[in-house]
């Protein structure tokens, strides 16, 4: 069974940084995409970034040059989020996606930005 735990949220002021990790564990095919999408209170969840294995990225509109994603290996995954706004707040998942198993999700990490 595959398992994701994030970690790395908090509190934090706004324009300041916060860097998410993000572990899974199981039978993971090293051919995957693992990605954060994020969830304001009473709106959709939405893509934030995510990176396949091969190291192709692929950013939000709104985090673009403020955000990154990076990968060490097939398991884990990291957001550095820098420049925080107030209205970035929300919980943040982190997923797994692959060709033949589906995808997972983690339980998320409450990331609050503060004005």
């Known amino acids: 069974q595959v398992q994701l735990v994030e970690s790395g949220g908090g509190l934090v002021q706004a324009g300041g940084s916060l860097r998410l990790s993000c572990a899974a564990s199981g039978s993971i095919p090293s051919i995957n995409t693992m990605g954060w999408y994020r969830q304001a209170p009473g709106k959709q969840r939405e893509l934030v970034a995510f990176?396949?294995?091969?190291?192709?990225t692929n950013y939000g509109d709104s985090v673009k040059g403020r955000f990154t994603i990076s990968r060490d290996n097939t398991k884990n995954v990291a957001l550095q989020m820098n420049s925080l706004k107030p209205e970035e707040t929300g919980i943040y998942y982190c997923?797994?996606?692959?060709?033949?198993?589906?995808?997972?999700w983690g339980q998320g990490t409450q990331v609050t930005v503060s004005s």
């Open positions: 990176i396949t294995s091969g190291g192709f």
């Open positions: 997923k797994l996606s692959t060709k033949w198993q589906g995808d997972f």
